[in-house]
């Protein structure tokens, strides 16, 4: 190959068989050197290598996917050898795999579906011969309704409960509840009852549970008729419910809780034990139940506080709980505040109940409106109230029966001490015959102070204030005693301080002594001390008052009536004619003619004097005449008379000294001393008086 020459410039070119290019330069010198040819050649070539690494690629070279137009996309199109899923049918002459799966599988056109099910199908339940009615007999887990009795050896629950509990299944514990609804279950609280009123429980040696929170729950107990000794009932009243409903449970006829047929629990968590036991009465065989346990506030005292810090919020609920629940005496402490009474609280506990409060100026009962026509308290079981406030309101303490403290029930004793009572009609009534007394108080503002109808009373250390009557004494079939002590009677105009309103008050004793009355109204009304009825009386060292003492007389004038004389020297009744009795008191007058006598009707022994006058007429001249008092047949006491003239009145007088007792009985006798001439008692005056 010749060279290719350039004249003074560099040449590039290929030589005719397409055979690597030379560059050769040509200058002045001389070109055919070689030394100089190839330092031209070694410069060239760097010069060329340079020039196609900018401008072009070298052969082996390699790319990336996006550097080749559209390879992206159409890759997305393929599917990988991994594994995929086709969006649109796929068609081979043949799959060979493992496993196939699909939702519908076609062979050929047909699917396959509808000759074979699938593995793993199911079926409707009506798929299956028989297969819902067999269902239909079934129990569900979730709970059902058995139409029949159900049997089994052993059942373990956590409740069972029901109306009707038979047989003899030991079981731990029963709830019943009711929620107001019909025909529902409560899972929270075990069986729902449909009504609130008249359950009936039929088992022993069961627990019940009661649960009353939306209403008083009667419970029937079951006949112990039968041969149940030692067998038991054990109910309790569930935590959660209101205080204010309670339980009721009731016994079949002829049997008794407690000696009641009845019998109630209030309080929440409070617990009767009921256990049945044979006695014999006369030969018969019957059966009571008894209180065996109960579970009581700590030391016997239930508290009462209006703002729920205590375990009742109502003096009615306390006492309602004491009155069904106690097993002792027991004590209700009613904290500071007021405590509006709106129906009658009744007091029926077959234990003795102290009802205190913290102090006449901090313990405040108050009588409401709705009240109207009732006491505030029925008493009518054994108790006492201390350090109490009992108020009316404006518009109760106007009529008869607004009372605060009333007891119509005979063989009770109360007491009261140490609190106030105003504002009412009656502060406090007894209209039996009953015992109570009443001292450290204060009754002000009164129709009535204190109203007695027969029973026993005292009253000590009282101020007595602004009341239409202090003290009302009424009659009585029974009798009473009355004691006044150490009172203070503030009596003013129109105002009475011991009003007696009939005379058949029958006192066995009556003090009124060491008392004070003031004012300017009238201290005592109706009280006499000539009848019977206040033959017992004693006013003594009353301030404002002066002393009485029992005395009764009785005069006899114009007696026309003549007494026969038998034999001189012998007593004779004096003949006398029931007619011309004027006035006779305590001392009863029985008979007439020569049968007439006088009875000592009080029932205290007592001394008494007697003074006995009168003047008395003989047929005859020159006689003498003896007079003589007779008492129990025998002679007390007697005067002679000398009678000069014949049926003209000659005037005698004496006295006696004697104890008396009740029935002693009395006697004027008369006698002729020296012959048998009749005599004339023609007037009588007899007086008794207590020493």
């Known amino acids: 190959m010749g060279n290719i020459r350039l004249k003074d410039k560099a040449d590039i070119g290929r030589d005719l068989n397409d055979n690597d290019l030379i560059f050769t330069t040509k200058t002045n010198e001389d070109t055919d050197n070689p030394s100089s040819f190839f330092r031209i050649k070694n410069q060239i070539t760097a010069f060329v290598t340079g020039l196609t690494e900018t401008f072009y690629s070298k052969i082996g070279h390699i790319h990336s996917i996006v550097d080749i137009n559209n390879l992206s996309n159409s890759l997305d199109t393929k599917a990988n050898l991994s594994g995929t899923t086709f969006s649109a049918q796929i068609n081979t002459p043949i799959i060979s795999a493992t496993t196939i799966s699909a939702e519908t599988i076609y ?371 029974t009798g009473n005693s009355f004691s006044v002590q150490n009172t203070i009677f503030n009596i003013e105009t129109n105002q009475i301080g011991i009003n007696y309103k009939d005379d058949k008050i029958k006192p066995k004793y009556h003090f009124v002594t060491s008392n004070a009355f003031y004012g300017n109204g009238i201290y005592t009304s109706g009280l006499t001390f000539t009848s019977k009825t206040q033959s017992d009386i004693r006013y003594e060292n009353n301030a404002g008052l002066q002393n009485y003492r029992p005395e009764s007389w009785m005069w006899i004038s114009g007696n026309t009536n003549t007494t026969t004389i038998a034999s001189s020297g012998t007593y004779s009744a004096a003949s006398i004619n029931v007619n011309s009795i004027q006035n006779y008191d305590f001392i009863k007058f029985s008979g007439t003619g020569t049968e007439a006598k006088f009875t000592y009707l009080p029932n205290i022994p007592r001394k008494c004097i007697f003074n006995i006058s009168g003047d008395i007429s003989v047929a005859g001249t020159n006689q003498v005449l003896s007079v003589a008092l007779f008492k129990n047949n025998s002679i007390l006491q007697n005067i002679d008379i000398r009678c000069a003239t014949s049926a003209q009145p000659y005037p005698f007088s004496f006295s006696a000294i004697n104890k008396l007792i009740e029935n002693d009985s009395f006697e004027i006798r008369v006698s002729n001393l020296a012959a048998t001439n009749n005599i004339t008692l023609r007037t009588l005056m007899f007086s008794i008086t207590t020493i």
């Open 107 to 477: 062979s050929a056109t047909t699917n396959l579906y509808n000759i074979f099910n699938q593995i793993g199908h199911t079926h409707l339940v009506t798929d299956v011969n028989n297969l819902s009615n067999s269902l239909d007999t079934k129990v569900n887990l979730s709970g059902a309704t058995f139409s029949a009795q159900i049997n089994t050896p052993i059942m373990s629950a956590t409740t069972i409960s029901a109306d009707t509990i038979n047989g003899e299944i030991s079981l731990t514990t029963c709830y019943l509840y009711y929620d107001g609804s019909t025909g529902t279950t409560s899972g929270t609280y075990g069986c729902t009852l449909t009504s609130p009123g008249n359950w009936s429980i039929t088992k022993f040696n069961t627990i019940y549970t009661i649960d009353d929170r939306l209403g008083n729950i009667t419970i029937t107990i079951p006949d112990a008729s039968i041969n149940n000794i030692g067998k038991y009932i054990y109910i309790t009243k569930a935590k959660a419910t209101q205080t204010q409903n309670h339980i009721t449970i009731l016994t079949p006829s002829g049997q008794n809780v407690s000696k009641n047929s009845t019998f109630k629990i209030w309080a929440p968590d409070s617990r009767v034990q009921l256990v049945s036991y044979q006695y014999d009465t006369n030969g018969k065989s019957a059966y009571r139940y008894r209180i065996a346990s109960q579970h009581m506030p700590i030391n016997e005292v239930v508290e009462v506080s209006y703002h729920g810090t205590a375990l009742f919020s109502s003096i009615t609920e306390a006492l309602n709980y004491v009155n069904s629940s106690a097993v002792q005496p027991m004590t209700v402490k009613i904290n500071p505040g007021y405590y509006y009474i709106d129906n009658t609280i009744q007091i029926n506990c077959p234990y003795p109940i102290s009802i205190d409060g913290f102090g006449t100026e901090m313990t405040n009962l108050i009588a409401t409106n709705s009240l109207s026509g009732k006491p505030m308290f029925d008493i009518k079981t054994a108790c006492d109230f201390s350090k109490i406030k009992f108020s009316g309101t404006s518009g109760y303490g106007l009529i008869d029966d607004e009372c605060c403290l009333d007891c119509s029930t005979n063989g009770l004793y109360f007491e009261a001490h140490n609190i106030i009572i105003e504002g009412f009609f009656k502060g406090i009534e007894v209209e039996c015959d009953s015992e109570f007394w009443v001292f450290d108080s204060i009754i002000r503002n009164c129709v009535k102070g204190v109203s007695c109808i027969g029973g026993s009373m005292g009253i000590s250390e009282m101020s007595l204030f602004n009341n239409t009557n202090s003290l009302y004494l009424s009659a009585s079939t």
